[in-house]
């Protein structure tokens, strides 16, 4: 089966400090991945997703960057972190486009605060 | 990103009645439809989805999609507390999501 792993599941960091958020899948091949995040009491906002190795969509411009290594796995990262990137970080695949329509799974996230 | 609204609520139900969530989208090209639950803190998790016109049942939950009016919503019938939680609607293939709708179901 698969399943999807992502850490660390909470981190506080000071504004102006790297950040590198990591998620890895299991059980599946070439699966798309998406980062999304969740401000409080807001809804997902989706950051990148990526449809194979080294293929990156940025879906808001800001401070963050996404990297796809590998099939599977998926990094969020900062060069330095803004207060307003406090938040809740989900990472989740699907299926590949033109496939059976599928859902998103997600990861457990990623609790961010900045100070 | 495409445009996909919900009511943000929150909306309270009494036990045992009906609880009515309502998305609209902006993109005509929007493919499948899903319904999630987030409970707090935690990720979200797939109630159901539904990609053709009209209503899809599965239990106390019934989908309807009007894709001409591009609307979807989502019935939740004998609602029960522990149906409180933030529902999520989200189109594909993109994945966009709604700011989700605050539900309460009072004992």
């Known amino acids: 089966s698969q399943t999807i792993h992502q850490w660390p599941a909470t981190l506080v960091q000071p504004v102006g400090s790297p950040l590198s958020l990591e998620c890895t899948v299991e059980g599946t091949s070439n699966p798309n991945l998406y980062w999304y995040r969740q401000a409080a009491g807001r809804g997902l906002q989706l950051l990148f997703y990526s449809v194979g190795i080294g293929q990156i969509s940025s879906e808001v411009p800001q401070n963050l960057s996404a990297s796809r290594p590998q099939d599977r796995q998926f990094i969020l990262s900062s060069k330095k972190l803004l207060l307003s990137d406090s938040g809740f970080y989900l990472c989740?695949?699907?299926?590949?486009?033109?496939?059976?329509?599928?859902?998103?799974?997600f990861g457990e996230g990623s609790r961010l605060t900045v100070l | 990103q495409k445009e996909v609204e919900q009511n943000s609520g929150p909306l309270s139900v009494p036990e045992g009645a009906i609880a009515s969530l309502n998305c609209t989208y902006s993109d005509r090209g929007s493919q499948s439809f899903f319904w999630y639950r987030q409970y707090s803190g935690k990720s979200p998790e797939l109630i159901m989805f539904i990609y053709s016109n009209g209503d899809k049942e599965d239990g106390r939950f019934t989908a309807q999609l009007n894709k001409a009016s591009q609307y979807v919503s989502l019935l939740i019938r004998d609602s029960q507390p522990s149906d409180s939680a933030t529902y999520l609607c989200a189109v594909s293939p993109q994945f966009y999501f709604g700011t989700g709708t605050s539900l309460t179901v009072i004992p």
């Open positions: 989740a695949w699907s299926v590949p486009s033109g496939k059976v329509t599928g859902e998103l799974f």
